[in-house]
């Protein structure tokens, strides 16, 4: 139970744990028939699915799909034992619940299956409970008590930060616009572009680059490495305001006194009910030991704690020396810290991004994925819908700086 994987793909989480193939009608058997074992649910481990046209398409263009409950992934099972109140009609309405917290039910007249032997009703295990887009959902019952508290947690203990390359404007009206809509003060801090005139000179000097950062070593190396990008200006640029928006935050934090701290970069939309979930994820969810939490983590990959947070793990199959570049967990859009944590994470991720034998280690998501067996980083899946955050659809200003500007060289 305790092992990292990646999460679910995207294909079962639209389609649920099956594995979807064409029916072909047998002898009296026509679509009126497959709808009726549509109606009939989930069989024995079977269940179909009918759609004119291929409907979704979960089994390509038929329109009466066969889908095998993939049961391996669950588990272990177990007899479910009746307590009072408790009968098979019972175990039949948790059945179609789904899974919550990490539990799931199946049932089967005589042991159905055998998944449980000769039990009617199981339990088992669902590892990635955290990972189910309806866990997303706009935060229910909330009342004007807890929406109030909410609120005054928020603006009391939370120091925001919006990260914005200077001449992005219509982000920054855009960001400024949503924030003020949801009541949340906020302090901009400037995006940095590589390709402009002095950028890299300035950097250096204030240490935002270190010294013995090559990035003719890191460009050379990446185009080997990494041809996709490139370049690594963008992604070096992202780098730096990070870690100048963490220092800013720092120095924050030590006046204000506020202990928690959220980045947002510049293409970030907050939900509505951003305070209140956010309020229910700390107070509810979040292990005592947290340091670091990834508000939108496309590509999940980890072990679930609860229904909205999962614990980050890097892919330890993937090279070392490359950050286990590729282990999922990506995406910087929303990222909460402790503030009295923020000193070390800042510290780990110098030593681990800026080096120029590495250039996969620059991008922030990975370095902070591969640092994850010494921070205590847990992530909220992108999967979840609407979930905490969104992106504006805008397009990424890191690839576009990579790209444009990969024949240059900033050491010189």
């Known amino acids: 139970p305790n092992a990292t994987r990646p999460l679910r793909d995207a294909h079962r989480l639209l389609f649920g744990d099956f594995d979807w193939t064409c029916y072909h009608y047998g002898y009296g058997e026509d679509d009126n028939w497959c709808r009726e074992r549509v109606r009939a649910g989930t069989v024995d481990g079977v269940a179909f699915y009918f759609g004119y046209g291929g409907g979704d398409h979960r089994c390509g263009g038929c329109s009466c799909c066969k889908g095998t409950e993939a049961i391996e992934r669950l588990g272990p099972w177990s007899c479910h034992f009746y307590s009072n109140g408790q009968n098979d009609a019972w175990c039949q309405q948790q059945v179609y619940a789904g899974s919550e917290n990490g539990t799931v039910f199946y049932f089967g007249p005589a042991g159905g299956d055998r998944r449980c032997n000769t039990c009617s009703c199981c339990t088992g295990k669902d590892p990635d409970y955290c990972n189910l887009w309806q866990n997303g959902a706009d935060a229910a019952d909330v009342s004007p008590r807890e929406r109030s508290e909410a609120e005054r947690w928020f603006d009391a203990e939370v120091s925001v930060f919006a990260i914005c390359l200077p001449d992005r404007k219509n982000r920054l009206h855009r960001i400024t616009s949503s924030l003020s809509a949801l009541a949340i003060d906020f302090e901009v801090t400037p995006g940095i572009d590589f390709t402009k005139p002095g950028q890299y000179r300035d950097a250096r000097q204030n240490g935002l680059v270190p010294a013995n950062f090559s990035f003719s070593e890191a460009q050379s190396t990446a185009k080997y490495q990494i041809p996709e990008w490139g370049g690594v200006e963008g992604t070096m640029g992202c780098a730096a305001a990070h870690r100048h928006t963490m220092g800013i935050a720092i120095s924050k934090a030590q006046r204000t006194k506020k202990p928690l701290v959220l980045t947002l970069e510049d293409d970030a939309v907050l939900v509505h009910d951003f305070k209140v979930k956010l309020y229910r994820l700390l107070r509810s969810e979040a292990p005592c030991d947290w340091e670091v939490m990834s508000l939108k983590s496309f590509e999940p990959h980890g072990r679930c704690v609860s229904q909205h947070l999962f614990q980050v793990a ?59 067996d010494e921070l205590a980083y847990y992530g909220v899946s992108n999967n979840l819908a609407p979930g905490l955050m969104s992106r504006d659809g805008s397009y990424s200003s890191r690839g576009n700086l990579n790209w444009n500007a990969w024949q240059m060289d900033l050491d010189e």
């Not at 402790?338 to 800042?346: F, Y």
């Open 314 to 372: 890097p892919d330890h199959s993937l090279p070392a020396d490359r950050c286990f570049h590729g282990s999922g967990s990506t995406g910087t859009l929303g990222m909460f810290y402790r503030a009295e944590a923020l000193p070390r994470i800042r510290a780990l991720l110098k030593q681990t991004q800026w080096n120029s034998k590495h250039p996969l280690c620059l991008d922030i998501d990975v370095a902070m994925t591969s640092l994850s």
